[in-house]
């Protein structure tokens, strides 16, 4: 790695991850808030009388909501609300399609190029970056659920579980970098780049949805990322060690498959 591009990258998406890191904090305070004052533990029947909205929760965070209802669990429902999912994966997208494809775009990868940096340097400086951002983005997350619980005195959440959930869920997050990584690597053009990870990550999460409406997608979930994360079950059974591996070890073959093509593949103006 190079301490000059990790204090470029940086400079150039640090206060954006900042500014990601505070609205998940205060977005999740706000979420224990609301769940808090909506009293789901008496408003729980009228989720059984509605039961698309329960399935689409159920969808969200991998269990049936009213068989595995918990406090923790319900808690845990943050580590997978789309308000969360959208600020991690727009930071994700932006930062990772940014810094290789983005600057090849624009050209100002010349004068990257020029540094006497090689390319798998480059390629693995900015990697480091997003992989530490995403983490604080995660650790944001957990921080929120443990200032908002301590804010309304409860005292029934495992906040050790919730850690566990939040684990798991940069696990999934490093599947999203190896492969955003990858596709920013591969492709010249900044949008082409941004456009097939939205592909992606598009298809498993309607994947993942389209699963508890239609039992016939469940043969094909596992195509999906969404698939291998679901924080009911993490927050009622511990840690799934089988499914960390499978985020964790997918995500790096993509990341690998990137550093191989960026380092072979000619560059304009490289």
């Known amino acids: ?3 000059v591009l990790i204090r470029k990258a940086m400079r150039d998406y640090g206060w954006m ?3 990601a890191a505070t609205l998940l904090f205060l977005f999740v305070i706000v979420f224990i808030f609301a769940i808090n004052s909506f009293n789901m ?7 059984e009388m509605m039961p698309w909205v329960r399935q689409l929760i159920s969808s969200m965070i991998g269990a049936d909501i009213i068989d595995n209802f918990t406090r923790t669990g319900m808690i845990s429902f943050a580590f997978a609300h789309p308000a969360a999912w959208a600020m991690i994966l727009a930071f ?3 930062s990772t399609t940014g810094l290789i494809s983005g600057e090849v775009d624009r050209g100002s990868f010349d004068l990257v190029a020029t540094l006497p940096i090689s390319r798998a340097r480059i390629y693995g400086s900015y990697s480091f970056v997003v992989a530490a951002a995403v983490a604080l983005l995660c650790l944001a997350i957990w921080l929120g659920a443990c200032a908002g619980l301590a ?3 409860d005292t029934e959440v495992n906040r050790g579980t919730l850690a566990i959930v939040a684990v798991h869920l940069y696990a999934t997050c490093l599947y ?3 492969l955003a ?3 920013s690597g591969a492709f010249n053009r900044r949008g082409i780049a941004a456009g097939i990870c939205f592909l992606v990550i598009f298809y498993s999460f309607v994947l993942n949805v389209v699963e508890a409406f239609w039992p016939a997608a469940q043969s094909i979930g596992f195509t999906g990322f969404m698939h291998f994360y679901s924080p009911l079950p993490i927050a009622r059974d511990g840690w799934q060690w089988g499914n960390i591996g499978i985020l964790v070890g997918t995500g790096s073959v993509f990341w690998l498959i990137g550093l191989f093509w960026f380092t072979k593949r000619d560059l304009p103006g490289a």
């Open 1 to 3: 790695m190079s301490r």
């Open 17 to 19: 991850a900042l500014a």
């Open 41 to 47: 533990e008496k408003r729980i029947d009228l989720i």
């Open 92 to 94: 994700t997208l932006t």
């Open 151 to 153: 804010a309304i005195g």
């Open 176 to 178: 999203v970098v190896g």
């Open 181 to 183: 990584m990858a596709v």
